[in-house]
């Protein structure tokens, strides 16, 4: 079996390409045959280098970096009939993917040995036009603060810079007359904002979609109705103390397959976040591609909610199948 290692050399204060030779030992010891790519300033380096790993058979694709860089990998296989495994050795900011996986954030060595327990998820990615995103979409006007966070404060400050810029931002918060399609319903009126995610955790919070499910097919999606800025704070105080904000009247929680997201009024704009980057304008259509990927996961620390347990159940109702409930030829009677 062969592996490509594609990783961002700048990304973690350079911890990466310090434990390149351990990271490669790590892989090889799992039994793949392992080259590695490190990404370039080219717009889409590790994209293009994705794509290209798998077009050329490789079994398995290591992602290692930020956010950013999983995001480009995962859009250079993702499209691609014929896609290899994935696995990711977090190395950004916020690595609210690999948090989601229970993959350790803060040894990029130790990241790298989840593959050896050769436990794996098959994730759902989703979809926004012409764009794949592995955790989340958002529209509104405080999810515009992650392109406001200059990168260096990022880097150096993590989730209090987000927090710092969001608690400044506040006061600007507007609502935006949008017209939201899901599965179950269509939300037509004020919004100061939407999330759309696949997973638990969100720029670092692990409450914001509490029952999310990395592969049942299903976006978490979250509509906040008010844009007044005490209601907004009481709601993160009731995101924090549980995911209590969920059950709240001023927010829509539900589950769904796809969101086509449009404003009312044609001359405002809507920023589309995907993955804490700008990925377009509204209007827009997202789709969730169920149990897309298949990933390196450490499922010994991952909660049973978070994954669905289709098998066992389909495993139950065969059980349920008594010797009396067959014929002579083994067919339902």
Known sequence: MRARLIYNPTSGKETLKKNLAEILMVIEKAGYETSAYATTPEDFSAKHEATR???AGFDLIIAAGGDGTINE??????PLENRPKLAIIPGGTTNDFARALHIPRDNVV???EVILKNQTIKSDIGKAGNTYFMNIAAGGYLTELTYEVPSHL?????????LAKGA?????????????????????????????????SIGGFEQISPDARLDDGKFS??????ANVIEIMHLITLMINGGKHVNDSRVIYTKTS???AETINDDFRMMINLDGEYGGDAPMQFTNYKQHIEMFANLDDIPESAVSKEEEEFIKQVEKLTNEDLDGDGKIA
């Open 154 to 162: 990022k880097s150096v400050f993590g989730y209090l810079a987000y």
């Open 168 to 200: 400044e931002m506040l006061p600007r918060v507007k609502p935006i007359n949008m017209k939201l399609t899901y599965d179950d319903g269509v939300f037509d009126g004020k919004a100061s904002m939407f999330f759309l995610g696949l997973t638990n």
């Open 258 to 260: 796809s969101l086509y």
């Open 53 to 55: 790993a798998a077009m």
């Open 110 to 112: 130790k990241a790298a």
């Open 73 to 78: 990998v995962i859009n250079g296989i993702a």
């Open 221 to 226: 999606l979250i509509i906040i109705k008010t």
